[in-house]
């Protein structure tokens, strides 16, 4: 078959790699959403777990220095679960707008894997129609030369 039955090959080969890339790119977006999402989970959940030490240790009476150290201890933690959440909603979007440049990425290259193949479909059935033509001439001209 002609080389040159798919002239934009090089494009194509461009919009796999492409798409390559844009997966590439998500997966690792998407890994540093789940990672920030998890750290999330554990701060949550350290402060759950200190909440139920801090009322264990009200019902069995607590200084008020102890008290201070769990009110300064209780504000940080919160402050630093708000930025934590605030780093996963931005990681979120962005994991978000790499799925969507994955999707068009995807797209295009199968706009060009679609192009190719109805351009070789359409070699191959002109190829098809000149050796049927070349093979009817064969036989006239046999014909034409039995008679």
Not at 96 to 113: F, G, Y
Request: no cysteine; aromatic share 6%; charged share 50%.
């Amino acid at each position: 078959m002609s080389r040159n039955v798919f002239r934009l090959e090089r494009v194509l080969n461009f919009r796999r790699e492409a798409e390559k890339l844009r997966k590439i790119e998500f997966v690792e977006a998407k890994r540093e959403y789940e990672d920030a999402e998890d750290r999330l989970r554990r701060e949550e959940a350290a402060v759950d777990r200190l909440s139920l030490e801090f009322m264990d240790r009200q019902l069995e009476g607590i200084s008020a220095l102890e008290l201070k150290l769990y009110a300064d201890y209780f504000r940080r933690k919160k402050q630093e679960i708000t930025l934590q959440r605030d780093e996963v909603s931005v990681l979120d979007r962005a994991m978000l707008e790499k799925q969507e440049t994955l999707r068009e990425a995807a797209t295009e290259k199968k706009i060009m894997e679609e192009l190719k193949k109805k351009k070789l479909h359409e070699h191959k059935r002109v190829t098809a129609e000149k050796e049927r033509a070349f093979l009817d001439e064969i036989a006239l001209r046999a014909r034409g030369q039995e008679g």
